[in-house]
């Protein structure tokens, strides 16, 4: 019989790999044009987690049976989330503005708005560029409505660092009011400010800056 501890280090080590591997844009195990992609690693991602839940929740005699377990049930709640993401992420591609990125992580979707068609310089008043997406991110959500919105906002370095983060957080929560103006209970809306602490490419030129300028609806599943 494999020992316990041997169960719960793989386990761990299994979790963390998993972990690791998820990164915004990337996939486990990624296969060209593989349309269940993100549904298989919704299910490693559960798998793993379960596995590690599993052994910790036990005494030493049972952790390996119990991180088996929780593989399994992780594993197949972890499927269901991808499956449901995959869902979302088509129908929002379809919804969206093509200026709208959308990153799916098998565990998570990301969607990014550009501030240059949010807001004006220096303003949290949302432009009409874009309220019109929000409005379907909106709809789109209340139809998937079993997750929770973290409303993010980013600026590039330019300015004083105080005033980025003041910023960020006024046109985070700009965006959020929005999203709840349009029916989305407030209750599954959390708002952030990051000011230039996050940035996604350089701030030493005017494409960069531009990168890092923007407000991320990060869509997070809630458990089951």
């Given at each position: 019989?494999?020992?316990?501890?041997?169960?719960?280090?793989?386990?761990?080590?299994?979790?963390?790999?998993?972990?690791?591997?998820?990164?915004?844009?990337?996939?486990?195990?990624a296969q060209p044009?593989?349309?269940?992609?993100?549904?298989?690693?919704?299910?490693?991602?559960?798998?793993?987690?379960?596995?590690?839940?599993?052994?910790?929740?036990?005494?030493?005699?049972?952790?390996?049976?119990?991180?088996?377990?929780?593989?399994?049930?992780?594993?197949?709640?972890g499927a269901g989330v991808g499956y449901s993401l995959d869902r979302q992420e088509a129908e929002l591609r379809k919804q969206l503005n093509s200026n709208v990125a959308i990153t799916n992580t098998g565990d998570r979707l990301i969607v990014t708005?550009?501030?240059?068609?949010?807001?004006a310089t220096d303003s949290t008043a949302v432009s009409a560029t874009l309220q019109?997406?929000?409005?379907?991110?909106?709809?789109?959500?209340?139809?998937?409505?079993?997750?929770?919105?973290?409303?993010?906002?980013h600026t590039d370095s330019d300015g004083d660092a105080a005033y980025n983060q003041e910023l960020s957080e006024g046109r985070a929560r700009a965006v959020g009011n929005i999203l709840a103006s349009e029916g989305v209970p407030r209750n599954r809306l959390q708002t952030f400010g990051r000011g230039e602490a996050q940035p996604v490419a350089s701030n030493l030129t005017p494409e960069g800056k531009a990168q890092n300028r923007?407000?991320?609806?990060?869509?997070?599943?809630?458990?089951v």
């Open positions: 019989m494999i020992s316990s501890k041997f169960t719960l280090a793989a386990a761990v080590a299994g979790a963390m790999a998993l972990g690791a591997c998820t990164t915004p844009g990337g996939n486990i195990l044009g593989d349309p269940n992609q993100k549904t298989k690693n919704g299910a490693l991602i559960g798998a793993g987690a379960g596995a590690l839940l599993g052994a910790l929740s036990k005494g030493d005699g049972n952790r390996g049976d119990a991180a088996l377990k929780g593989a399994i049930i992780g594993g197949a709640v708005l550009p501030n240059n068609l949010l807001f019109g997406d929000l409005r379907a991110l909106a709809q789109n959500v209340q139809t998937y409505a079993n997750s929770t919105l973290q409303v993010i906002g923007r407000v991320e609806i990060v869509i997070l599943p809630n458990a």
